[in-house]
């Protein structure tokens, strides 16, 4: 389970200002016929960045300085709306490993956390203040610290807050629940071999 670990996430960071941006927004409903989910991180946030587009004005996903970003930095209520796998799966796709914002969705944020994707909470004036930075100097480097609940970006250090159980699941590995249960298979024969209901069958 060791590569299963989110302990420090470290890289970029990419603003998506906004509150109540829902899911989607996040991944327009007509990708949502796909099969799998490959692809779909190519048209995350797709409507809203053809109309800032149409206005002449740039989304953060489509510019230069926020290509290779990995930690996202939102606003209230990101990800409400629909139950939607797709959404944390098409921004994840798209490269993000971490989100950091005033308040998530709970599905959403569920969601997220069976994909191996922390989500910090901070206050409003700290988001404000991170995004501004990443306006600034896209290239300064952040960190999200899931075990000491900190943010940092470039000198700058942020309280964050993740609960308890999620915290645990992402330090310990056991966020993914089908890979822990392969993990323990050879445990698992064995306890049902003592079943006397498994007696002789094959």
């Known amino acids: 389970m060791e590569d ?3 302990i420090k996430i470290e890289g970029k960071g ?3 200002r906004g509150n109540d941006i829902d899911t989607d927004r996040i991944i327009p409903a007509r990708f949502l016929k796909c099969v799998v989910f490959d ?3 190519e048209h995350a946030f ?3 960045r053809a109309s800032l587009k149409a206005k002449g004005e740039t989304h953060s996903f489509d510019e230069a300085k926020f290509q290779g970003a990995n930690v996202l930095v939102v606003n209230k209520n990101f990800g409400c709306g629909s139950s939607r796998e ?3 799966q098409s921004i994840m796709r798209w490269g993000i490993q971490a989100v950091v914002g005033e308040s998530f969705a709970e599905i959403f944020y569920g969601n997220c956390i069976s994909l191996g994707i922390p989500c910090l909470l901070v206050s409003q004036e700290d988001a404000a203040a991170i995004q501004s930075a990443l306006e600034a100097d896209a ?3 952040v960190a999200v610290d899931v075990e000491n609940r900190k943010v940092t970006v470039g000198d700058e250090e ?3 807050h993740i609960e308890d159980g999620p915290r645990k699941q992402f330090l310990e590995g056991r966020w993914d629940s089908t890979a822990e249960l392969l993990s323990a298979k050879d445990e698992i024969a064995a306890t049902a071999g003592n079943l006397p209901y498994f007696n002789g069958w094959k």
């Open 4 to 6: 299963l670990k989110r």
């Open 14 to 16: 990419i603003p998506v």
């Open 39 to 41: 692809g779909l991180g």
């Open 46 to 48: 797709e409507d809203d």
């Open 86 to 88: 797709h959404a944390p």
């Open 139 to 141: 290239s300064v480097a």
């Open 158 to 160: 942020f309280e964050g």
